[in-house]
């Protein structure tokens, strides 16, 4: 039997490139917008500019997610102003559609100029190997400062996945890019008034875990890679990491625990002892934000000494980076559960979803240490003038009475000091009864993020 086509055209008889339909993409039903380069190198008409913008407005109104596929090197030169507006309208709805539906862009060629800000807007960005996309291209670059540049140097899909952090992920084509939407969406609900798709599951909650306690090294400054803590809780040890290679001191990832999904955040030991600075402070916030648009309860896995030093750093706005992290978490009202695995030190401990900063469930491990700040980095400040001998015991003793999780615990700031091995089935407790968790909000305009 030949399968029947239920896609629905937008905008068919529109002249320009640019073609829109609701449809199905791998078993979801979404709004899909091809605007990959066709003539003059996928300039963009004002025509395209309001179809893609119509698209986005229907996604809206039926409350479906938006998958575009795009390439364009920009406004159509021969339209003039009117290319330009086109655009703004697109960036106009696609606005609209933040934090109401999950929006997607494939990058699949050259994205240059207007349509390059597009992935700004996004909520997942995708890219192509061979893709690149920038603002302003190598011959304007040259132009005002003298400095020859490639547009994959400039642009290019490994630029934007280790330094900027515009590409989400990067894809070898668009076959396997485009299964990467499709498993990207497989956590998220259509629209914000939904909950997240519930995902068969045979690993069972209650599966011990000691194993994510022996990937702690013996030394507590030692390195390990947070990855395979996390692996042993989730879900059949499936993550599926966001910004990879950008920010690589914080993971964010989605994966399932009893089969319900959930957002992860996670300090990495193993990139500058996961400390935190501007870059992680800005994936962290987004993400954070993200999952609170989606209902996805968030993980949020703690071992950091605290925000990186250095002049640079604050110079750049460490303050205002760093606020944004605890600005996402003190707003957000999705179900929140917090593990603290080792160190846990100064502003870092407040911006980790700490129980001040509105977390639901806090949880410690015996390993963890919360303070101001370590025993070594404390004696120093408060006992300078003290011998080597004097201090090595003042350390000692400042980690019995201060560098435990029971201090914390007596105090409220953690609820239950557990045994790793009980991680997962606590993680899941945890979250099974938060599920009916609801949060309401003082109505308001809107929040004043601190960008």
Known sequence: MTAIDDSVDIR?????????KASDFHGRRVIV????????AGALTPSDGHTIAAAARYAL??????????ASSGADLREGVAALDGWGGAAREMTR??????SIVIVSGPTVSGPALMLGLADIVIMVNESYAFVSGPVMVEQFTGVPIGSDELGGAAVHARNSGVATMVAADMEEAEALAAEVLSFL???????APSIACTDPVDRP??????????SANGSYDCRDVLAAIVDDGYLLELHTDWAANLVTAFATIGGRPIGIVANQPQTIAGTLNITASRKGARFVAMCDAFNLSILTLVDTSGFYPGKDLEWRGMI???AQMAFAYARATVPRVNVTTRKSYGGAYIVMDSKMMGNDMALAWPSAEIAVMGAKGAVEILHRRSTP??????EAGYEERLLNPYIAAERGTIDAVIDPADTRAEIHAALEMLAGKRERLPRRRHDNTPL
């Open 12 to 20: 068919a008889k529109a002249t320009g490139f640019v073609r829109a």
């Open 33 to 40: 917008v091809d605007a990959q380069a066709g003539d003059d």
């Open 97 to 102: 559609c933040s934090g109401v539906i999950p």
């Open 189 to 195: 609900p259509d629209h914000t008034d939904d909950a």
């Open 320 to 322: 205002r980076y760093g």
């Open 389 to 394: 001998e004097e201090r090595a015991e003042l």
């Open 209 to 218: 875990t000691p194993e994510a306690y022996d990937v702690l090294p013996e």
């Open 61 to 70: 109104d039926q409350r479906l997610p938006l998958v575009i596929r795009l």
